[in-house]
């Protein structure tokens, strides 16, 4: 593996590309469903931004020394994001579950407050720099796609699924059967890395207010692996900036605001 990212965190900027051209393909949809086109939007305008200015909250690493790069302004977009993305994902398991299954449908809010609980814990992380928070919000994305995952299987066995709910379920099974066990090691790599930092066992704590002026003003450039986590930091910022999380939004907004026309 590169032991500078330099190159690739140029390369990564082709993703703003990828999701102008996406954001512009749902513009241009006829027949526009908004419970799953307006988070898409959401989620491709705030990830071109992040492969235009990446960062990493853990010791506020930035690739440009520039304000656009602030850890606070990420967050606060990504926050947005985070809750519309995962909203969308939550409606696809509804607009499934025909037959109106109960605890299908509890699962999906599971989602919805999991990733509004999961905000709380990394706001909490950054603020006052308690790099444990970092996996405790992590393993509410376990929790998340975990119900997804287990949601598709049920509803992938029902007979009577809408137009293209065979598609839209695929999509789920294949990312759980990947991101599960992919995450499992993230987990790893993160409590590794909490119990290693300084200061307590899960790293330093400050005052919310100190942790909130550094990450608006604070900004450590620098371009080494291991100040973007390694092969699984790459990995993650590919995968949900420029590629397979973009590209499942659209393709759930289209396939769903087709299904409605």
């Given amino acids: 593996m590169r032991s500078d990212f330099k190159a690739l ?9 990828v999701n102008v051209y996406l954001v512009a393909s749902l513009l241009s949809l006829s027949n526009p469903n908004p419970q799953v086109v307006v988070p898409g939007l959401i989620l491709l305008g705030v990830s071109g931004f992040r492969c235009l200015f990446p960062n990493r909250y853990l010791e ?3 690739f440009h020394d520039s304000p656009l790069s602030s850890i606070f302004l990420t967050r606060m977009l990504a926050t ?9 994902f939550s409606y ?3 607009f499934l579950n025909v037959e109106h299954v109960g605890w299908v449908d509890t699962l999906s809010w599971v989602m919805v407050g ?13 603020l006052t720099k308690r790099l444990d928070l970092y996996f405790y919000e992590e393993l509410g994305w376990l929790v998340i796609f975990f119900a997804n995952t ?4 049920f509803l992938y066995l029902e007979p009577n699924l809408p137009r293209d709910g065979n598609f839209l379920l695929q999509l789920n099974l294949a990312f759980g059967a990947g991101y599960l066990p992919w995450q499992l090691l993230h987990l790893r790599s993160l409590r590794a890395e909490a119990r290693a930092g300084p200061g307590t066992e899960f790293g ?3 005052r919310w207010r100190e942790g909130l002026r550094d990450s608006i003003h604070q900004r450590s450039p620098r371009t080494d692996a291991k100040a973007w986590g390694g092969l699984i930091g790459l990995t993650w910022m590919v ?3 420029a590629s397979l999380i973009p590209l499942w939004v659209h393709a759930v907004a289209k396939v769903v605001s087709a299904a409605d026309s």
């Fill in 204 to 206: 330093g704590r400050v």
């Fill in 114 to 126: 999991q990733v509004v609980i999961s905000q709380g814990f990394v706001w909490g992380a950054i």
């Fill in 92 to 94: 696809v398991i509804r």
């Fill in 80 to 88: 947005f994001s985070e809750v519309a993305y995962i909203y969308q």
């Fill in 60 to 62: 506020n690493i930035v």
């Fill in 150 to 153: 287990a949601a598709s299987v």
């Fill in 9 to 17: 965190l140029w390369i990564l900027k082709i993703g703003a590309g």
């Fill in 239 to 241: 995968a949900y900036w």
